[in-house]
């Protein structure tokens, strides 16, 4: 083999981990490499007299006509794998090197493993998800500081992460007790972090952070969220059995439980801690667990219904759907769904209703569009002179209810009251003054809002609340007279997203009047709409809730830019791209399939950034309004 032949090949490799210079396959990938080329491999390396078990793993180069022979032998045992020997052959010179790294106390270890085998290896999927929890640890920002071990070492603990097994954990135990069978050591599950864990990040980024609520944090493990709440000025207090034990245990409007019920290894206790948690909530109780495949538990040593890892540390996993249940069963209440992993659930159901009916709610944007309209009264002239900031705050409080606010409602109403006699006086004096138009589009907006909350509360199979707020009963009574009208037109827009022809001609028009979204074809059938989730607020109420109903069951879309629904499936897929708004070729790195039928939600990652697929239409999904759009699109 020459040089320009090597390289021929070298180009033509569709399997490994490739780098500007360099691509590395495992020898189990080889059946998917060129064949002269794992031909010529093998020749090199009987010639050198390196023996089968003196390497695994081979790196190409694309530029010279060179390769390596690395001997990982941990390969498939260790997480991040120490090399043990390199011989590196330089097949123009007739030349090698060998480097033993044998009795190294820091050697270069690998990343990335799934991306030198082939996808159907049976350890593929287990290694991407070991890639997955780096990606989402942030351990890959820099890629300097990942090639060594102490190195590695150092950036997982900087980042608040411990390896166990492999896995990076970052966790609280509850209490640390001696189980009849066998005594698991709980308190090393507690992790130092440096920043809010992702449970209260999911509390702060809805609003119950803003220092109206006192907060308890139930196996709260070494404090850090405790002292993050504190500097913001926020009543906070909690409880751990290992690192707070006398600490009291208090009732408080919300309570976080997170990452504790993996950590327990008696059933009854782990039930036993959510009841105690949700015992002391008053009005929002926060609950998250580590989720895992089965896949990525058959390494471990079964232990009840969990694992004992190395460091006899308990840890029971579960998928999103079973997590749910759990929680369901457990306290014969309702969770939502926040993201992978988190669910709320609701003590005070008048703000249940709130933050459900708000989750998806839109905002009015007033844009005056015309000159107001004269009144023939003097005396409205003379008030729209005197009090022109006070009639204008009270009617974008009218656009914002979509009718006239309570006198509750609008804080100043003892003015309104004062200068105009009523709210309904102050109601018509401003619909005179700028027209009915916009309040008439408000109010189809709240109704089309309410029409969907109802819906989603159907879908979700959420029991009847026993009481509705004040704000809600006013809401039904002003846009559907009874309450029983509003569950009647709820359950026909619910049911309506299995009808199939109604489904299509509505993604059809929303591609007519979408700014953006693409109309996928199969056999010149309308198969699936694709849009971004910026303009989810302006698709029709039933499209809406087609995709709001697969929200509920995966939380929110902090990472997902694009939406598919499927036409004909009772599916919904969630894309989240890597440089979306940056790069004019983003790549795709999370995508999350929604059966809505069976309510299952499954995961796919594109961990590895040379394997990724790239979005190469991406114009079709925004327009002007997409900041920096001229800088980053394709054309």
């Known amino acids: 083999m020459d040089a320009d032949k090597f390289k021929q090949l070298v180009k033509s490799i569709t399997v490994g981990k490739k780098l500007p210079d360099a691509i590395y396959f495992h020898r189990d990938a080889f059946e998917h490499a060129p064949e002269g080329l794992t031909k010529f491999i093998v020749a090199v390396a009987k010639a050198l007299k390196i023996k089968d078990e003196d390497w695994n793993l081979v790196k190409v180069f694309r530029a010279d006509f060179k390769l390596s022979l690395l001997h990982y032998p941990d390969f498939f045992s260790d997480s991040y ?19 033993q790294y044998r009795t190294s106390d820091n050697p270069p270890i690998l990343h990335r493993k799934e991306t030198m085998l082939p996808p159907s290896h049976k350890c593929f999927d287990e290694f991407r998800m070991i890639t997955q929890e780096g990606e989402a640890a942030g351990l890959y920002e820099n890629s300097r500081m990942i090639g060594f071990k102490n190195s590695w070492l150092r950036l997982i ?16 135990a509850v209490c640390a007790e001696v189980n009849e069978d066998k005594e698991i050591d709980r308190h090393k599950t507690a992790i130092v972090r440096h920043e809010l864990s992702a449970p209260m990040k999911s509390v702060a980024k809805n609003g119950f952070l803003s220092g109206e609520y006192s907060v308890f944090d139930y196996g709260c493990g070494r404090g850090d969220d405790l002292r993050e709440l504190e500097a913001h000025g926020i009543e906070v207090l909690g409880w751990d059995p290992n690192f707070r034990p006398d600490a009291d245990k208090v009732n408080s409007d919300i309570v976080n439980i997170g990452f504790v019920i993996n950590v327990i290894e008696d059933q009854d206790e782990r039930i036993d801690a959510i009841l105690n948690a949700w015992e002391l909530s008053d009005k929002l109780l926060v609950i998250s667990a580590m989720l895992a495949n089965e896949s990525y538990l058959a390494q471990f040593t079964p232990y009840k219904d969990g694992v004992i890892t190395s460091r006899n540390t308990f840890q029971k996993y579960y998928s999103q759907t079973e997590l749910k249940s759990y929680i369901e069963r457990v306290l014969d209440q309702e969770p939502i769904a926040i993201s992978p992993g988190i669910f709320y659930v609701f003590k005070d159901k008048n703000l249940e209703q709130q933050f459900l009916k708000n989750r998806h709610k839109r905002s009015y944007q007033w844009q005056q569009l015309t000159v107001p309209k004269p009144v023939s009264e003097d005396q409205a002239r003379i008030l729209f002179t ?48 700028f027209g009915d138009e916009e309040l008439k589009l408000a109010q189809i907006m709240r109704q089309e809002d309410l029409l969907i909350y109802f819906a989603l509360a159907m879908f979700e199979k959420r029991k009847a609340y026993t009481h509705q707020p004040d704000d809600l009963k006013r809401d ?22 299995a009808n199939v022809e109604q489904i299509t001609a509505e993604c059809i028009q929303a591609k007519e009047t979408l700014p953006a979204a693409k109309l996928a074809f199969e056999h010149d059938i309308p198969h699936s709409l694709t849009l971004h989730k910026k303009f989810i607020d302006l698709l029709s109420p039933l499209l809406r809730v087609y995709v709001f109903s697969a929200m509920q069951l995966y939380g929110q879309l902090d ?19 890597e440089g979306f708004d940056t790069t004019p070729l983003p790549q795709l790195k999370e995508r999350v399939k929604i059966n809505m039928i069976t309510q299952d939600v499954y995961f796919f990652d594109y961990v590895d950034e040379h394997r990724r697929p790239v979005l190469l239409d991406k114009d079709e999904f925004i327009d002007t309004s997409f900041e920096g759009i001229k800088n980053n699109n394709v054309n």
Do not use: M
């Open 559 to 577: 990472d997902i830019q694009l939406i598919k629904i499927h036409i004909t499936s009772g599916k919904v897929t969630l894309l989240g791209y």
């Open 386 to 433: 005197q009090h022109h900031e006070l009639l204008e705050s009270f009617w974008l409080s009218c656009l914002a209810y979509g009718r006239c606010p309570a006198n509750d409602e609008f804080r100043e109403s003892e003015k309104i009251k004062e200068i105009i006699g009523s709210n309904k006086k102050a109601l018509k004096l401003v619909t005179d003054w």
């Open 157 to 172: 603990a900087k980042h608040g992460y411990e390896l166990v097994d492999g896995r990076l954990f970052r966790n609280s």
């Open 81 to 99: 794998p120490a090399i043990e020997q390199s011989v590196t052959v330089d097949l123009s010179k007739l030349s090698h090197r060998i480097t």
């Open 476 to 497: 039904i009574k002003a846009f559907f007279d009874t309450y029983k009208i509003a569950q009647h037109q709820a359950k026909e827009l619910l049911f309506n997203i």
